[in-house]
């Protein structure tokens, strides 16, 4: 959804004089939701926030009457000439209204301006670029409507409301940090290179709150059976007199390394788990996996498993999105084992 701006115009104008077209402005300003910042926000002494002001607008609307306005001691200028020259410098968009009483004036006799006047008419015949007549045709409210929509949208970068932009770097932060979103249904497998016929397959609930701050807290619940035999299509059938539970908390470190340690309960009284003789009962065991960022989301992650006591082991684990690519792996990981079963 595109983000919805809003914009901002600085009025500059002698304010005294020009009261009712300031309001004709800002209430066409308003119209087009368009928020207008003047001479109602600050005092003529203070020019560093009025700068601040127009460094913060979208836009520069200069209203020009008869009067040249309140001469600043520093410059010499107005204070709208020094506002209007200050916007100029800032590439800020301007538009320079002439009204009626600039109009009149600028119809009569050179000899009688005063010197404010005088002023006044050579500050307006600099500003023909930006300046537009305002008539009972083309009102001001017509002239600052074709204004705005005449203005690139690149020049001017107007607002964004505080909670879209938090939308927007939490959907950047999500995108950057995918291949960590981790949480659901993996389907594992355990593998022991140095006990070929040691395989453990199974599921595991990912349970993790995608956000930044607490996306590396994971937890994980598992089932682990043997393999009891392998289906014609190349699934794999799991042994449940092989079986028992795992779980744990884990911590996923944003280089992508998640390290746990895990509980194991089995449901059985005594019997052979692993070659050795177990019972019922908890032991512990490792964990170690590395989720390694790519350009999708992650499909499979790789890591060890070392178990304590009793039957103390050390392999390889790996977990999958689907049962498929799992099955899949352990027949040719193992293909020469699984035929024997």
């Not at 005092?43 to 460094?55: E, H, R, S």
Request: hydrophobic residues 35%.
């Amino acid at each position: 959804m595109p983000e919805k701006k809003i914009y901002t115009a600085f009025i500059s104008s002698a304010f005294e004089s020009l009261r009712e077209e300031r309001d004709e402005v800002i209430r066409c300003l308003l119209d087009l939701r368009v928020l207008p910042i003047g001479q109602e926000h600050f005092t003529v002494t203070d020019f560093p926030a009025i700068q601040g002001f127009i460094d913060e607008s979208d836009y520069f609307i200069l209203l020009l009457g008869g009067r040249y306005g309140t001469i600043d001691r520093e410059t010499g200028l107005s204070w709208t000439e020094r506002e209007y020259r200050y916007a100029v410098e800032k590439n800020k968009p301007v538009l320079a209204l002439i009204c009626e009483d600039l109009t009149r004036l600028r119809g009569e006799a050179p000899d009688t301006w005063t010197e404010d006047q005088r002023r006044q008419v050579e500050f307006c015949n600099e500003l023909r670029h930006f300046a537009r007549t305002v008539t009972q045709e083309f009102t001001i409210h017509t002239i600052v409507t074709h204004f705005l929509s005449g203005v690139p949208e690149n020049r001017c970068p107007g607002w964004v409301r505080v909670v879209q932009m938090e939308e927007a770097e939490r959907l950047a932060w999500e995108e950057k940090n995918r291949a960590f979103d981790i949480g659901g249904t993996w389907y594992h497998v355990h593998l022991n290179d140095k006990i070929r016929d040691y395989i453990r397959i199974g599921t595991v609930e990912v349970r993790q709150d995608f956000a930044p701050q607490t996306y590396g807290q994971l937890r994980l619940d598992g089932e682990n059976f043997g393999v009891e035999e392998v289906n014609p299509d190349g699934s794999l059938v799991e042994d449940w007199e092989q079986h028992s539970r795992f779980y744990g908390d884990y911590k996923l470190e944003p280089g992508g390394k998640i390290f746990g340690i895990f509980f194991v309960k089995r449901n059985f009284d005594t019997g052979h788990f692993g070659g050795q003789q177990v019972s019922e009962g908890e032991k512990r065991g490792i964990h170690d996996f590395m989720v390694r960022p790519g350009d999708k989301p992650t499909e499979k992650i790789t890591g060890e498993f070392h178990d304590e006591a009793p039957s103390q082991k050390h392999g390889r684990i790996y977990l999958f999105r689907s049962r498929e690519e799992r099955d899949a792996y352990v027949l040719k990981k193992r293909g020469d084992v699984l035929e024997g079963i």
